[in-house]
């Protein structure tokens, strides 16, 4: 008596529907990559804190040019002294982290990096892609403006505001080679600019490409 034919399994095919989605995993490369680049182009720390630099403000339009002109050539250290001071509030305040990272992680693993098929199903009920997008966006406007979250994020950047604003108008940018300060946006910068956008487009794209 024959045997019955055995039928091959493509191990590849389970193997990218148990990996990492694709979009996903670009959009951690990039996330790696940007933060390593923003480390490289940063100025070394003993310039930004020269005693020696430091000095009073002739005027308001002295200090205004004080902080351009500073802002443009540390603005890589000064984006980590922001993003220390979010992280010490974030840290001090577990209820605000733990909100926070939920909600990152509803965004990520259940609209912008989940196949749009099968459909979502939660508590036995099927979410179409509209209704998931709508539940995100009331809880993303709860979170911020209901709960402390909001008052914990803006009050760090105010502080961390506070800070950089108060050291560019005291560090006298006189010793700093400015011919660098026009320079094009890179690194952390890049999320804050039009390479944030398209970074962010780029990395995004093929999620939201499936649910046009």
Known sequence: ???????????TDTAQQIGPNPAFRSFINHISTTVQTGFANRRPWSE?????????????????LRIHKNYSYF????????????????????????????????????????PSDPPLVLFGRQFSERET??????????????????????????????IVCTHSA??????????????????FLSFLGGGATNAAAIAVAPAVAARV
């Open 1 to 11: 008596m024959a045997s019955p034919a055995v039928l091959p399994i493509n191990n």
């Open 48 to 64: 930004l804190f020269d005693r020696s630099a430091f000095s009073k403000p002739e005027s308001f339009s002295d200090a205004t």
């Open 75 to 114: 603005r890589i250290n000064y984006l980590c002294l922001l993003a220390a001071v979010l992280a010490f509030s974030l840290i001090t305040n577990p209820f605000s982290l733990l909100t926070l990272s939920a909600l990152l992680a509803a965004w990520l693993f259940l609209y912008l990096f989940r």
């Open 133 to 162: 997008l709508g539940v995100l966006i009331v809880s993303t406007v709860a979170v911020i403006f209901v709960t402390s979250v909001g008052a914990v994020l803006v009050s760090a950047l105010m502080v961390g505001l506070g």
């Open 170 to 187: 005291f560090r006298a940018p006189e010793d700093l080679f400015l011919d660098d300060q026009e320079s094009p946006a890179t690194g």
